[in-house]
C-alpha cells in the first residue's frame, strides 16, 4: 500500500515562504516515477504545478517558475517544494503524486497552504 504524507503548510502573509515536504512509502513509485507536486484551490480542479524527473530534471507552471523549487532525496524517498514569494493566489492544498500514465488514483490527504494578502 503505497503512503503519501504531505507536511509544511501553514499560513503565511503574502511575500513569504514555505518549504512543503512529500514523504513516501510502502510501494515502488519514487523509485520508478518522476514526481511531482499539485495543488487545488476552492473550485478548481486539481493542477499540477512541478515536476522532477528521476534524473533530476525540473519543470513548472508559468504560474511558480521562479518562485518555487521541486527536489527529491532519494535516499528518503521523499520530495520537497521550496515556496518563495508566496501570492494569495497560491491558497491551496497541496499535494505530491508521481507523474505518468495512467494517472495516480491514490492520493494523500495534502497540506494546506494559506496566504494572505
Known amino acids: 500500500q503505497v503512503q503519501l504524507v504531505e507536511s509544511g503548510g501553514g499560513l503565511v502573509q503574502a511575500g513569504g515562504s514555505l518549504r512543503l515536504s512529500c514523504a513516501t512509502s510502502?510501494?515502488?513509485?519514487?523509485?520508478?516515477?518522476?514526481m511531482g507536486w499539485y495543488r487545488q484551490a476552492p473550485g478548481k480542479q486539481r493542477e499540477l504545478v512541478a515536476s522532477?524527473?528521476?534524473?533530476?530534471?525540473?519543470n513548472y507552471a508559468d504560474s511558480v517558475k521562479g518562485r518555487f523549487t521541486i527536489s527529491r532525496d532519494n535516499g528518503k524517498n521523499t520530495v520537497y517544494l521550496q515556496m518563495n514569494s508566496l501570492k494569495p493566489e497560491d491558497t491551496a492544498v497541496y499535494y505530491c503524486?508521481?507523474?505518468?500514465?495512467?494517472?495516480?488514483?491514490?492520493w494523500g490527504q495534502g497540506t494546506q497552504v494559506t496566504v494572505s494578502s
Open positions: 503524486n508521481r507523474l505518468g500514465v495512467p494517472p495516480p488514483t491514490y
Open positions: 522532477i524527473t528521476l534524473g533530476g530534471s525540473t
Open positions: 510502502g510501494g515502488i513509485i519514487f523509485r520508478i516515477y518522476g
